[in-house]
């Protein structure tokens, strides 16, 4: 089946302490994306990757890291989370090409106190 | 820059009723469009999508959207809702590659 994979779905964490949030699809997408949904805000993009090795920023990349050594995998680091990154974080996927179709892992609600 | 309203944050509809949800875009250049749902607790999912032409599309779940670039709207309608259509409901436009940008999104309760 093809899908997207996150994990944790739920984190609950503490100001500073470092984490990661993993993500893999099993479609051979070349394309891969980190968004954040906030209530009125709909969905934002983090960062990006092309290809493996490739990645650049989004629209909100600040106190957020990440890394594309494999295709199948894109994990997004938090080096020092604090509370205004509460959020619900949506990791997808998709081929090469304008207007492709988009596939989106279940979500990882965090919370940070 | 590329941006998507959606006027209605919270829509409330009976079940068997029609449903329309509001969409417009800003975008330079002929957009892609996109209608995405998003189920509680579940990841978001592609109900159908515009590139060019026919304005009005067809999508899944018995969803259509109709694009009309006069207005920059891109409504999504549905003839008879059913209480599984509860959801969050997203309208997104290509911005470019593979970015999409989406709207705040629309609420969809159903009363039975």
């Known amino acids: 089946e093809a899908q997207v994979t996150q994990n944790p779905r739920y984190l609950i964490t503490v100001t500073g302490k470092k984490l990661t949030v993993t993500c893999s699809q099993n479609?051979?997408?070349?394309?891969m994306s980190w968004y954040r949904q906030d209530p009125g805000l709909g969905l934002r993009q983090i960062y990006y990757?092309?290809?493996?090795?490739?990645?650049d920023k989004g629209d909100v990349p600040e106190g957020y890291k990440v890394s594309r050594k494999e295709k199948r995998n894109f994990p997004l680091i938090l080096e020092s989370p604090s509370p205004n990154q509460t959020s619900l974080y949506f990791c997808?996927?998709?081929?090469?090409?304008?207007?492709?179709?988009?596939?989106f892992g279940q979500g990882t609600r965090l919370t940070v106190v | 820059a590329q941006s998507v309203t959606q006027p209605d944050i919270h829509i409330t509809v009976s079940e068997g009723a029609s449903l329309e949800l509001r969409c417009n875009y800003s975008?330079?250049?002929?957009?892609?469009l996109f209608w995405y749902v998003q189920s509680p607790g579940q990841g978001l999912q592609l109900l159908l999508k515009?590139?060019?032409?026919?304005?009005l599309v067809q999508g899944i779940k018995g969803f259509e959207a109709e694009f009309k670039r006069s207005q920059s709207s891109f409504n999504l309608r549905k003839p008879s809702v059913h209480w599984s259509d509860a959801a969050e409901y997203f309208c997104?436009?290509?911005?470019?590659?593979?970015?999409?940008?989406f709207g705040a999104g629309t609420i969809l309760r159903v009363k039975s």
């Open positions: 975008y330079g250049a002929t957009p892609y």
């Open positions: 479609m051979n997408h070349e394309y």
């Open positions: 997104a436009v290509g911005a470019g590659g593979n970015k999409l940008v």
């Open positions: 515009y590139f060019s032409g026919d304005t």
């Open positions: 990757s092309m290809n493996v090795e490739v990645t």
């Open positions: 997808a996927s998709s081929s090469v090409g304008v207007g492709t179709e988009a596939f």
